[in-house]
């Protein structure tokens, strides 16, 4: 068990850049998800993958971020046209179904990025 | 909306000290509870709680949940320095998970 992996751990860019942040998640875990945080704040929830399916999205998703998990495993999330109000810390997340129950997330390191 | 509610928002103890911390929630579709402990990066998790009164303890953590109070508490006994972090308390329904804005404990020497 190597744990959720994301990289990279930080992420430097000028406004207006598009941005791609990748997640590989424990190797046997079939779901996966996108959280953003922010100082003082708990993890807000994006989008999750149930293999390749993308099952929710939150409205915090604006149209400018997409995420994919094209063979169902590892996947990625570009933000297109940054904004200043977009730097956060990324996390990804992983867990599987066991006996039709969802198992805890287990949390990668995440991908801080900072707009100038 | 759904919510998530913790607090204290921030609680200063010393080594020894027993401290709770509380969770609440407005949650539809509700499945379960969890906490994670976090400290610099990653959230670590330490308990899901499914169903009412039945505590969960790792070493001087526990925890239970109340449903009908839609209500939790994390205790930690014997407090080290070592255990400041910020606590997280986290609801989830059939699709999302939804996170409070965390309690962040402070454990003095």
């Known amino acids: 068990d190597t744990g959720v992996s994301q990289n990279p751990r930080h992420k430097i860019t000028k406004r207006g850049q598009n941005v791609t942040f990748r997640c590989d998640p424990i190797s046997e875990h079939n779901r996966l998800y996108w959280y953003r945080q922010t100082l003082g704040q708990g993890p807000e929830f994006l989008t999750y993958f149930q293999n390749e399916a993308q099952l929710e999205k939150s409205r915090l998703l604006s149209d400018r971020f997409s995420a994919e998990r094209p063979k169902g495993s590892f996947s990625t999330l570009e933000i297109q046209r940054t904004e200043q109000g977009d730097s956060a810390m990324y996390l990804c997340a992983s867990s599987r179904l066991r006996e039709g129950v969802n198992q805890p997330q287990h949390f990668g390191d995440g991908t801080r990025l900072s707009i100038l | 909306e759904d919510k998530v509610v913790q607090s204290p928002l921030s609680l200063v103890v010393h080594e020894g000290d027993t401290v709770t911390l509380n969770c609440s929630y407005e949650?539809?579709?509700?499945?379960?509870l969890l906490w994670y402990k976090q400290e610099k990066k990653a959230p670590t998790f330490l308990f899901m709680l499914?169903?009412?009164?039945i505590e969960k303890k790792s070493g001087r953590l526990s925890s239970i949940l109340d449903k009908k109070e839609l209500s939790s508490i994390l205790n930690i006994t014997a407090t080290q320095t070592g255990d400041s972090a910020i606590y997280l308390c986290?609801?989830?329904?059939?699709?999302?998970?939804?996170f409070g804005a965390g309690t962040r404990l402070t454990v003095k020497p």
């Open positions: 949650v539809t579709n509700f499945r379960s």
């Open positions: 499914t169903s009412s009164g």
């Open positions: 986290a609801c989830r329904n059939n699709n999302d998970m939804r």
